[in-house]
């Protein structure tokens, strides 16, 4: 028994090319209307974890910088503590001196201990009064950073409710779109995606209503809608350049797509 071979692009009617660029058309348009309804909300998650990022090296920083400060206090505070304990010495060392040039020597080191006494509180003050400023800042940062993860919680919450409500639906359209397209030879799936980028709305291919092209109200002669009717050739609108189709094949790839629809979130 002979098998049936699948026609290729080239094979396939006028008609049922028409019929695969509208229901292409359909099923971007089901898809663009999805994540219409995402709207923003999936370039707010970026915006916030890229500002999140920055928050988070800022506070790194912040926290690098009171660290550091933190152990330079630490130092000036271990500074006293040996310069004193230097002086004790010294003070002893100055009860058993031989002579004036022995006592002189020493006093200059106890001197020189309490002028590094005196400059580790100065540095000290400073250092501290940066700590207190810098751990201000910090608490800035560390609140606002806990904000955005909030903020980013909450969003990526909303997004992962409305994706979730919509995978299923997607996921058929989009097979759905894979499998139209396959059947549209390259030269017209180039046109088709040319046309559809270059308009607001994404409509490449449109139906006749009322005796204009759909969303337009420019008429079509009377002679043109007929020859559109015969599905017998491809024809652009003249004026926006968009494919026309029939009424009628336009509603039969309406209720084909409703169907597509309805199974996937019964499914």
Do not use: C, W
Request: aromatic share 2%; proline share 1%; hydrophobic share 35%.
């Amino acid at each position: 028994m002979a098998t049936k071979t699948k026609k290729s692009k080239s094979e396939i009617t006028v008609e049922q090319k028409l019929r695969a660029l509208y229901r292409l058309q359909l099923i971007d348009s089901a898809i663009d209307k999805l994540r219409t309804v995402r709207g923003e909300l999936p370039l707010e998650v970026e915006d916030l974890k890229d500002e999140i990022e920055g928050l988070e090296t800022r506070s790194n920083n912040l926290q690098s910088e009171l660290d550091e400060l933190e152990n330079k206090l630490s130092e000036r505070k271990n500074s006293i503590i040996d310069s004193n304990e230097m002086i004790k010495k010294y003070e002893a060392q100055q009860k058993n001196v031989r002579n004036n040039r022995e006592f002189d020597s020493i006093s200059k080191e106890i001197e020189y201990q309490t002028l590094e006494i005196q400059l580790s509180e100065k540095r000290m003050k400073e250092f501290e009064a940066q700590i207190v400023q810098k751990k201000e800042v910090l608490g800035v940062a560390v609140e606002a950073l806990n904000e955005r993860k909030k903020d980013l919680e909450h969003k990526e919450s909303e997004l992962n409710d409305i994706v979730k409500e919509t995978e299923k639906e997607e996921k058929a359209l989009l097979k759905a779109s894979n499998e139209a397209a396959s059947q549209i030879e390259d030269r017209l799936l180039k046109a088709y995606q040319r046309i559809r980028e270059s308009l607001k709305n994404g409509l490449a291919v449109v139906p006749v209503e009322r005796g204009s092209s759909g969303g337009s109200f420019i008429k079509i002669p009377p002679q043109r809608q007929l020859d559109i009717a015969a599905r017998k050739k491809i024809i652009s609108d003249e004026h926006s350049g968009r494919i026309l189709v029939d009424a009628e094949l336009a509603e039969e790839e309406n209720e084909a797509l409703k169907n597509i629809t309805q199974k996937a979130i019964i499914a």
